[in-house]
């Protein structure tokens, strides 16, 4: 079995912005400086004893998911976001993961997963991401705790190339529930799409509306995604995480299975997207991040947060195909 997390000492930290080579002028990805560093510590949570749940609402945990996992409170969530290592070798700031046997990484789901259920309300939904090489365990795990809905597999429209292979540019989310009682809001994520045969009936849009963008229709979601833009440089919400999720990605899932005031929890927090969209929409949430600078970043981008809660890609109530609008 791995160490915690799977994770293992790697590495250095990346320095702080204040320290780091001048990135170029239009590079908008956030950093951090020595002042902010210290200023996001005092926030941050170690929790060496049983809690509720006020103790942690609203909070960024600091700390190893494993040393925790007794002292989270029972039947709090209603919604929780799992993106745990995926089964490769893959650094991340000072610690690493190793790629494991399918069975050694299932066993490895398992140990976090089985202790997490007490913390689910019994109409909470879970999503947990995966890719196609991790995949199969992870459904042989959630399968054993919870009714499996779906498997939503969604565009990376980025990836490497390979010359003896398909190019990978997808990745998998289980989406799960505790029981048949479960939030679905379906209204709240539909996507708007340019029509590209625009019938009429008696002359008239048939499911379709002309815009001063063009002509669009608003369809129901599915559970292939290629509406999604991985963050880059460019964008507002950019990190360095090597595999930070999109907040358009996020706001999807807490869209559909929570509701205003529902609690969020993502017990593999990275640089915060979970929080920060959780907050955005109006959600209670809290997360567990074992590396302190992702941390950080997650506190920065909760305070941007307060002064924008704009998602790229999400507007006037809808989702909008990638590059149709920005």
Not at 30 to 41: D, G
Not at 66 to 92: A, E, R
Request: hydrophobic share 35%; net charge positive; glycine share 6%.
């Amino acid at each position: 079995m791995p160490d915690v997390y799977g994770l293992r000492q790697a590495g250095t930290y990346r320095k702080s912005n204040d320290m780091q080579d001048k990135r170029a002028p239009r590079n908008r990805t956030i950093t951090l400086t020595a002042a902010e560093i210290k200023r996001y510590r005092r926030r941050l949570l170690q929790v060496d004893a049983p809690v509720g749940p006020a103790a942690i609402l609203g909070k960024t945990i600091c700390q190893n998911l494993f040393g925790i996992l007794d002292y989270l409170p029972p039947q709090f969530v209603d919604l929780l976001f799992v993106d745990p290592p995926y089964n490769l070798d893959k650094s991340f700031n000072k610690r690493s993961f190793n790629r494991m046997t399918l069975a050694e990484y299932e066993t490895w789901l398992d140990s976090w997963l089985a202790p997490l259920v007490r913390t689910l309300k019994p109409t909470a939904s879970i999503y947990i991401c995966g890719d196609w090489q991790s995949s199969a365990a992870i459904h042989r795990v959630v399968q054993k705790y919870f009714v499996v809905r779906n498997r939503i597999t969604w565009e990376r429209e980025k990836g490497r190339g390979a010359k003896t292979n398909w190019k990978n540019a997808s990745e998998d989310i289980w989406f799960c529930t505790m029981t048949n009682e479960y939030a679905f809001n379906v209204e709240a994520v539909k996507l708007k799409r340019r029509v590209i045969a625009p019938y009429t009936d008696n002359g008239q849009p048939k499911d379709w509306a002309e815009t001063r963008r063009g002509r669009f229709r608003l369809t129901h979601p599915s559970n292939l995604w290629t509406d999604l833009t991985v963050p880059f440089w460019s964008m507002l919400e950019n990190t360095d995480h090597p595999t930070q999720k999109p907040e358009k990605l996020l706001a999807k899932i807490i869209l559909a299975s929570s509701n205003p005031g529902d609690v969020v929890f993502d017990p593999f927090l990275g640089s915060g997207t979970t929080s920060v969209v959780a907050k955005k929409l109006g959600r209670q949430y809290t997360g567990i991040e074992l590396d302190e600078i992702f941390c950080y970043l997650c506190e920065k981008r909760l305070e941007m947060a307060e002064a924008d809660s704009r998602i790229q890609g999400y507007e006037e109530g809808v989702f909008w195909e990638r590059n149709s609008k920005t």
